[in-house]
Structures are given as C-alpha cells and as structure tokens.
Nanobody
Framework: QVQLVESGGGSVQAGGSLRLSCAAS???????LGWFRQAPGKEREFVAM????????FYADFVKGRATISRDNAKNTVSLQMNSLQPEDTAVYYC???????????????WGQGTQVTVSP
C-alpha cells in the first residue's frame, strides 16, 4: 500500500512552467507512478507515467515534449516538470500508483488528493 500527497500546483501565465511533486509513504519502489489530470466538466485523463526504477517515462501526446516525469526512490518522490503551459492545461493534477506499466486509469489503485494548476492567457 502507498499514500500519496501532491504539491506544487498554482497559477501561471501561458508559456510558463510548473513543477508538480508527489510525496509518498509505503512501499513506493514497488509501484509504477503516474500523473493524471481532470479539467472541469471533463473526465480524468492520463498525463505521464514512470516505471519502478525510473527511466524516461511515457507521455500523453498532448504533453509530449513539454513535460518530464522523474522519480527518486530514495526520497519517495515523483515529479512532473511542465513547460510551455497553455490555458487548456488548467486542471486538477493527480499522482497515482499502479502495479502495471499501463496508461489506463483503471489500473491505478492509489491516488493523491490532487493539486490545482491554473493557466491564464
């Protein structure tokens, strides 16, 4: 089991950057870590994920080239660096943990409470 707490959200202007962090307790290194987001009135969608030992990660097409996911198993943290943010990136961003390395929401068993990202024009 793992508990997740996100931080780092906020308000930025279009073109700006944010770094989201997720602190975990429990058997952190046993899990694939992912980031998802949910905009008002929309379904929660996959953003990025990273394997148990790290690596380059896997990204949704809409953030490819603008985001970097990383993890530090010694510190039990996973981060999402997002650049060139646009108003359509406005959403609540969630950190989640899964056993399988798949981008589908149904595979993620553990979730944080979310952090708000707001991008103004």
């Amino acid at each position: 089991q793992v508990q997740l707490v996100e931080s780092g959200g906020g308000s930025v202007q279009a073109g700006g950057s944010l770094r989201l962090s997720c602190a975990a307790s429990g058997r952190f290194s046993n899990y694939v870590l992912g980031w998802f987001r949910q905009a008002p009135g929309k379904e929660r969608e996959f953003v990025a994920m990273i394997g148990r030992s790290g690596g380059s990660g896997f990204y949704a097409d809409f953030v490819k080239g603008r985001a970097t996911i990383s993890r530090d198993n010694a510190k039990n943290t996973v981060s999402l660096q997002m650049n060139s943010l646009q108003p359509e990136d406005t959403a609540v961003y969630y950190c989640a943990a899964a056993i399988d390395y798949l981008p589908n929401i149904r595979y993620y068993d553990y979730w944080g409470q979310g952090t708000q990202v707001t991008v103004s024009p």
